[in-house]
């Protein structure tokens, strides 16, 4: 491809909204290009890379047993509310009607569909295992797109379904997508670590994601270097510290004029914050048949901790939570910055596991002004609901061996699920075992964005003068740059690489110099090559590689060899890094 015909141009100035390098860099060296929120075209650099990304991603999922097919867009609702998630799901799932007035939903994700393929096509024991993948577009409407590709509303996605007849054969395959993964990102040359997830809205027990750590990401990710432990802040567990034992003193109501927060609250009483409890209002919506409501719903935790919302979600199974407004507080008969669940009536109350264990403690008192020391639970309240709902911090103790904990921020880049039969019993899958005996399919869920992996490889291979692409995902192998007195033998020098199935991208504009050099490290390609007056007078061809500084002459007789060399080397050294990733318990 020569740059003179090249679809689309390198730009000098970085886009005004771009947040972080590898939407600035993309954009800047003409990979993409917006259209709306959330919303890219992938220019012809970018649609090479991706392919070569797709391609990865085949080649790991063919060696694993999958078989490739391609699944809708566009899915009548019906199978949606076959599952309930049509239900479920908020406003981030794309709905419109046909021309005949149907319910319609744009693609998510495949689980309902791949559902509906088997209980048409498997009865039979005989019949499973069977790995299923596609690489399709999906919509969610995120409210909040941002960061180029790390967070957008359409994109491409390998997703991948596991059928099986039981528990067992699940695990197999769980396990070999799990190793399958690892393989992909070693293979474009991006570090990642899997760690425990919540579930979501894919519904099922166990689920993985696979984490990009870099301050951009929005995901907090809670490590323990001794022994190991990773998950998720969303779902991270720690060692709560034992709250001393001590009998339940009377309550005791105290005047509090302007405290309203938990910091001034213990300063005003001088009492340490893990001797209050913090009240957490939110209003959840919760699907009740085919119906959703709203329930107000009363957290209580510990004055040092905070409340965690995905765990809090998870214990009241709702589809979405939404802070409670004053108006709505008050409604309930509480007091916003006074507040206990004391006397409340006609909510969900909920309690972490260590408000139970923690005697005499201050709360609100219901009354502006007013807190009430020694408020105990089970005497003097009860909860509908008592789970751990607080959020993991850095420096907390490690659910597993005590040692503190660290977070680090991280972007997902893959997620993997065992779905069980949460599909299948709702959608009528079954299969006839060697008894004759109807069972329910048992069904993994496996997801890769492309256009996420691809960003967060340039997020990870560049510098301050542009992108630098690993071998296995460069839209190209080698750009060649023709300068004064060198294009004629260029021409052929490309025409032989090109021969010998050496992809190269040729800057044979009539630029300056220093444009085709800026512009050849602001693309990324590997191996730059320069072909010149002057090279040609010192031996041959002027040999660079975009992460080195090092230039060296290769003649023209020996340049074919020593190109192959050098990718093949550049190749190996990526090929080292894919290696057996033991599955965490």
Not at 139 to 148: I, K, L, Q, S
């Amino acid at each position: 491809m020569r740059m003179s015909e090249i679809f689309g141009q390198t730009l000098r100035k970085p886009p005004a909204d771009a947040q972080i390098a590898s939407h600035r860099l993309l954009v800047q060296a003409g990979f993409i290009r917006q259209l709306g929120a959330g919303i890219f075209s992938y220019l012809h650099l970018a649609q090479r890379s991706m392919t070569k990304i797709e391609n990865i991603l085949r080649d790991e999922m063919n060696a694993i047993g999958g078989q490739e097919i391609t699944m809708p867009v566009v899915h009548p609702a019906d199978i949606w509310k076959e599952t309930g998630r049509w239900y479920e799901i908020g406003s981030e799932m794309g709905r419109f009607y046909d021309k005949n007035h149907r319910d319609m939903v744009l693609a998510m994700t495949h689980e309902e569909v791949v559902a509906d393929l088997v209980r048409t096509e498997i009865q039979s024991y005989k019949q499973l295992p069977r790995l299923l993948y596609h690489i399709q577009t999906k919509w969610r409407d995120d409210p909040r797109p941002r960061a180029g590709l790390i967070r957008v509303r359409e994109f491409t996605m390998k997703d991948s379904y596991s059928l099986d007849t039981d528990q067992e054969g699940l695990d197999v395959q769980y396990r070999a997508h799990y190793q399958a993964y690892f393989d992909i990102y070693h293979r474009c040359d991006l570090p990642v670590i899997a760690v425990k997830s919540d579930v979501g809205m894919m519904g099922g027990k166990v689920a993985h994601e696979f984490m990009y750590l870099t301050p951009i990401g929005e995901d907090t990710i809670i490590r323990c270097d001794k022994c190991g432990y990773t998950a998720n802040r969303q779902i991270a567990r720690f060692q709560k510290p034992a709250p001393m034992e001590e009998k339940p003193r009377p309550i005791q109501k105290v005047a509090t004029p302007g405290v309203t927060t938990i910091e001034g609250l213990a300063k005003f009483l001088a009492v340490p914050q893990s001797r209050t409890a913090k009240a957490f209002f939110s209003v959840a919506t919760v699907t009740e048949g085919q119906e959703d409501v709203e329930k107000f719903v009363f957290a209580v935790v510990r004055g040092d901790m905070d409340v965690n919302e995905t765990k809090l979600a998870n214990a009241v199974k709702a589809k979405s939570l939404r802070p409670a407004r004053d108006d709505e507080i008050r409604g309930i008969g509480a007091i916003p910055g006074y507040a206990s669940p004391i006397t409340i009536k006609g909510v969900i109350v909920v309690v972490d596991d260590l408000i139970p264990e923690s005697p005499n403690l201050v709360a609100g008192a219901n009354e502006e002004g007013y807190h009430l020391l020694n408020v105990n639970y089970g005497r003097d309240y009860q909860a509908a609901i008592i789970e751990d709902i607080v959020v993991a911090e850095d420096g907390y103790a490690c659910p597993d061996c005590g040692a503190a904990m660290h977070a680090s921020k991280g972007v997902e880049v893959g997620n993997i699920f065992k779905l069980g039969t949460r599909y299948s019993e709702s959608m009528g899958c079954t299969f006839s075992d060697q008894d004759g005996q109807a069972k329910p399919v048992v069904m993994g869920s496996y997801g890769i964005g492309v256009g996420r992996l691809m960003a967060c490889v340039a997020e990870e291979h560049h510098d301050e003068h542009g992108l630098s692409w690993p071998i296995t995902v460069a839209p190209y192998h080698v750009y060649v740059v023709a300068l004064q007195g060198g294009k004629e033998v260029a021409d052929c020098l490309c025409a032989d690489l090109e021969s010998a199935n050496v992809e190269v991208l040729y800057d044979d504009r009539d630029v300056r110099a220093g444009v085709k050099f800026n512009d050849a490290d602001l693309i990324g390609i590997p191996i730059r090559l320069t072909v010149s007056k002057r090279s040609l007078e010192a031996g041959g061809v002027e040999v660079k590689l975009r992460r080195s500084s090092e230039r060296t002459i290769v003649s023209q007789d020996e340049i074919l060899s020593h190109i192959a060399s050098k990718i093949e080397a550049l190749r190996a050294e990526i090929a080292d890094k894919v290696v057996t990733m033991p599955l965490p318990a």
